[in-house]
């Protein structure tokens, strides 16, 4: 059975890795259009930063699923696509998460 988030209960985890600030949001979403909504208030909340990857899995029976990911200007599969991968091998499903990147 897959595993999701509550509603209304986000997890936010905040790190830093050489000199760079990365912040992960996750959300439960019932679809698409909830994850880049969820996507864009990421962006409003924190426009200084430079890179806000996401990635999301949307979906409760597996032949019906949708998901996608951006690197949103990191190097090409080095943000969205192992999120994804995450959320994959997790088998965690109806949920958004988007890492926001400062450089230091």
């Known amino acids: 059975m897959p595993n999701t988030l509550a509603p209304g209960r986000d997890v936010v985890v905040e790190t ?16 698409a259009a909830d994850a880049a909504a969820f ?11 430079r890179h ?8 409760d ?6 998901e996608r990911s951006s690197d949103d200007g ?10 994804l991968q995450v959320l994959h091998h ?3 499903v109806n949920v958004a998460v988007v890492v ?3 450089f230091g």
């Not at 830093?16 to 679809?31: G, I, N, P, T, W």
């Not at 990191?74 to 999120?83: H, L, S």
């Open 52 to 59: 806000h990857c996401w990635a999301f899995v949307v979906g």
């Open 16 to 31: 830093e890795v050489k000199h760079s600030r990365f912040l992960a949001a996750l959300r439960r979403v019932e679809s």
């Open 39 to 49: 996507t864009d208030e990421q962006r409003r909340l924190y426009p200084d930063a």
């Open 74 to 83: 990191e190097p090409g599969g080095t943000a969205g696509v192992p999120m």
């Open 61 to 66: 029976e597996p032949a019906s699923r949708a």
């Open 90 to 92: 997790r088998d965690v």
């Open 100 to 102: 926001t990147r400062w």
